[in-house]
């Protein structure tokens, strides 16, 4: 096959090319690091970045149809045998979003005898995430769909499901990483791939699954040049039935790099860099690893997805996390003036003194029957529209 340099088919929009290349050897991490090579150095100020989010004016999401991982060969090709060794026929991605990885599946698919019999390419945003084309057809839907209608699936189904298809979540939206176990417990399929900058936390893994990191070759839009040919960013993280085996020292060393040392710092940044929190918004725990380690605990802990409506700075932030962490639930209020005054008097009256809280039940200020030690709870109750029930339950 002629060489293609698939980074000049993307700047110039030429899908048509890029689509017949796809999950073959031309991408392979080796020939894509020396086309890069060449396209960089005739494009100088041009980062992997920009060139893969279809964006050469660092304006973010100008052009929705962005890749955020071009499929390497050798990602192809782990695929393929993940799915012969678990003796998986169906192949099903979700998050797909314009569908490349699962382009690169079906045209390898075609000159591998066809191991997948199915293909299917699934992103519940798609049409917010794209401006129309796709290389892939592309079936709307939610992953938690998968979840809410399990129950109405066919028994033929839910088998295929849990003995047949290797799942693929394909750059998920961190915000989705949440409902990984409750997916494989109610779906239970052999494997799951989840292909990330992260990797997943050992702690959080269903009991009925193994988990294991797998560093290929690979490109995303968080490698620059000073990881090519090292490592990078993009992590597989690979779920699998306890009663299965996978021997990672088996797997052809040629589809491997190095393990890229992802900092807690570096998972930060990323949540400004994907719009979740705004930009610069954990510039204070930026440096300090055990901090921001810390930080993203509580994150994890509470289920804190993205920035919430309520809260404007860091400072705020700070404070809410903190009220979460005294409660021990995530909380939701309605408005940032509610927020602020509950804080408020959460601050004044935490450490007061028996003598400043009786005044203040005298004042009118804390109702009589309310205990010292439920205040929090009391000023949250009368400040959130949405979790009343923290201390009205107790005393009703």
Known sequence: MTDINIFNLIKNNETSKINEILGTENLKYENLINQLSYFTEENKDITLENILLNNYDNEIYKNKSSIYELPTFELVKF???????????????????????????????????????????????????????????????????????YNNFSNEKKELYMNNTLFIFSWPDISYVFIVNKFLEILKPKCLIIIMPYKY????????????????????????IHNYNKNSHSVINIFYKNNLNLEID???????????EYSNIDILKDLCNDNLFPEGFFNDFLNNEIIAKLLIDKLIKFKIKKKPSFINNINEFNDYIELCDILKIKIKFRNN?????CIELCKKFKNCTLNEYTQAQEKGIIPQWVNKFDIIKYFVDEYTDVNKNLIYEKYS
Do not use: M, P, W
């Open 201 to 224: 936390n050992q702690n959080q893994i269903s009991e009925n699954y193994k988990l294991d990191y797998i560093h290929l070759k690979q490109l995303c839009i968080r490698d620059t």
């Open 250 to 260: 088996k797997i052809d060393e040629n589809l491997l790099l190095k393990e890229y």
């Open 79 to 149: 695929i393929f045998y993940i799915a012969e060794i678990f003796e998986l026929s169906e192949y099903e991605e979700i998050f797909s979003g314009i569908g490349v990885l699962s382009r690169s599946i079906r045209n390898y698919n075609q000159i591998n005898n066809y191991k997948f019999e199915s293909i299917t390419s699934i992103d519940g945003n798609y049409l917010y995430n794209t401006d129309g084309y796709s290389y892939d057809k592309i079936i709307k839907k939610d992953v938690l769909e998968y979840i809410v209608e």
């Open 337 to 341: 003036n509610k927020f602020n005054k």
